[in-house]
């Protein structure tokens, strides 16, 4: 219903840089491991796809890696607000091809995200997430110059 409302991805992000942090640090805080072990299974596809990979299903499995968090999280209106703007992402963000090495970035990125979660350490979850997130803004920003 929001991309029809003319919401735009830098408004997309904005929230999402609330939301997606928050939901690493409750993971990291209080997470199930079978809700960590979603995550780890998206590392292991993440990693698998490295060297023959589309951008489509890079993108995808960055997407999942997202939501796993936020439904590893154990808050369900986290879960909610996560799959709604993951849904918005598939139709704006597909748009824009990152390189090979970005995409290799953000796996590291995620793997330091994840090492953080299992050690429980939950300002370091969230101030990671958050980190990769900036840096998700300031290249989308590079790539539509």
């Given at each position: 219903m929001l991309r029809y409302a003319g919401t735009t991805i830098e408004q997309l992000m904005d929230v999402r840089l609330l939301v997606d942090p928050l939901a690493a640090r409750l993971v990291a805080e209080r997470g199930s491991p079978d809700g960590v072990?979603?995550?780890r299974q998206s590392l292991i596809r993440q990693h698998a796809l490295k060297p023959t990979s589309s951008h489509e299903e890079w993108f995808k499995e960055n997407l999942y890696f997202h939501w796993a968090i936020a439904s590893a999280s154990g808050n369900p209106v986290v879960r909610v607000l996560s799959e709604s703007l993951h849904n918005i992402s598939l139709d704006g963000g597909l748009k824009i091809r990152f390189k090979r090495s970005e995409r290799d970035r953000s796996i590291d990125e995620h793997e330091a995200v994840f090492d953080a979660i299992v050690e429980g350490n939950g300002d370091k979850a969230a101030d990671m997430l958050r980190?990769?997130?900036?840096?998700?803004?300031?290249?989308?920003?590079?790539?539509l110059r």
């Amino acid at each position: 219903m929001l991309r029809y409302a003319g919401t735009t991805i830098e408004q997309l992000m904005d929230v999402r840089l609330l939301v997606d942090p928050l939901a690493a640090r409750l993971v990291a805080e209080r997470g199930s491991p079978d809700g960590v072990e979603l995550i780890r299974q998206s590392l292991i596809r993440q990693h698998a796809l490295k060297p023959t990979s589309s951008h489509e299903e890079w993108f995808k499995e960055n997407l999942y890696f997202h939501w796993a968090i936020a439904s590893a999280s154990g808050n369900p209106v986290v879960r909610v607000l996560s799959e709604s703007l993951h849904n918005i992402s598939l139709d704006g963000g597909l748009k824009i091809r990152f390189k090979r090495s970005e995409r290799d970035r953000s796996i590291d990125e995620h793997e330091a995200v994840f090492d953080a979660i299992v050690e429980g350490n939950g300002d370091k979850a969230a101030d990671m997430l958050r980190r990769h997130l900036e840096r998700s803004i300031y290249m989308r920003a590079h790539y539509l110059r």
